[in-house]
């Protein structure tokens, strides 16, 4: 779907803003700095009144409302120009999300509801894709039969989740992974805010799915390189076959579901079944989508 350009008109947002799900969150943080930066009146919704301190931006105004408590989003979204949401993948995601489906539609107006899923989530029926994209669509699924003005953002994997290596990359200069030769378009959270925020302000993106990546293709062997180089150490990619990498997840706590989750994705990969670039991100910005080498010198510490 054509995707309007980086300079159109912004939408006239005459009612008490946007309201973003997930705030306290990767994707949800990036989307409520970016807009707070654009001066757009946007409020972040927490469970809670105190998990309003683990949000990145000062002096935004909060919405207490919760997914699993369908009443408290009837009254959130009540009068928002648009809404975010990302949750976590999980068991429950499909029913705290069609949740709030549905409460934006039954909210006056709607508003536009933004929703973060992940890269091939589109890429089959539900039952014959991996999990983690089966629940995404499975919300975008009802997001249509309800009829809601909606549009889907569907990125890849996100280069924050290589700081969760960040203990073997400093104890044993090891990243590990299950993915053989499969590469992936690592994205930048902060990009996925900032098309996420441009579609949320800017008119054009009803009914549309876009999937946002970063610049280029990378293997876990070539990011192994990539964090040599950013650390000034070396850091070799080390493929684990998928069973053990299932186990090793299960064994630092991961629960089975979402180990199991992971390990599909890394097959996934080794499949070499999410090799894709797009331009979502300069269509909506302007600008090159951020490549690995400019995202590691910029979160070095997160492997000090
Ligand atoms: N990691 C990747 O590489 C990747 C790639 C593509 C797509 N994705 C998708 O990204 C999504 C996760 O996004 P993320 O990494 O930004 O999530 P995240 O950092 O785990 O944040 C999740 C947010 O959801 C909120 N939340 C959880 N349960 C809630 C509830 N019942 N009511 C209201 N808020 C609730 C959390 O609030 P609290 O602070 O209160 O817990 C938190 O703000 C997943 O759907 C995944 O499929 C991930």
Partial sequence: ???????????????????????????????????????????????SPERAAALGVPDVGTVVADLADPASLTAAVRDADGVFVATPASPEQVRLETALVDAVAAAPG?????????????????????????????????MQAVGVRHTVLAPSGFMANLAGSAATIRAEGVLYGSSGDGGLSWVDPADVGAVAAHV??????????????????????????RLSAALGRPVRYVDVPSQAYRQNLESVGLPPWLAAALTEL?????????????????????????????????HRDAFA
């Fill in 1 to 47: 779907m054509p995707h309007s350009g980086p300079n159109d008109l912004r939408l006239n947002l005459g009612g008490p803003g946007i309201l973003v799900f997930g705030a306290t969150g990767t994707i949800g943080g990036a989307v409520l700095r970016n807009l707070a930066e654009r001066d757009v009146a946007v409020k972040a919704v927490v469970r």
């Fill in 110 to 142: 709607p508003p536009h509801l933004v929703k973060l899923a992940a890269l091939g989530y589109d890429a089959g029926p539900p039952d014959e894709i991996i999990a983690l994209g089966a629940n995404h669509a499975r919300v975008v699924q009802h």
């Fill in 200 to 225: 949320l302000t800017t008119p054009g993106h009803d009914g549309a799915s876009y999937d946002v990546t970063g610049p280029e293709i990378l293997d876990h062997d070539a990011v192994a390189r």
């Fill in 266 to 298: 890394q097959e996934l990969y080794r499949a070499h079944g999410a090799e894709v670039v797009t331009d979502e991100v300069e269509k909506a910005t302007g600008r090159r989508a951020t490549d690995l080498d400019t995202w590691l010198a910029a």
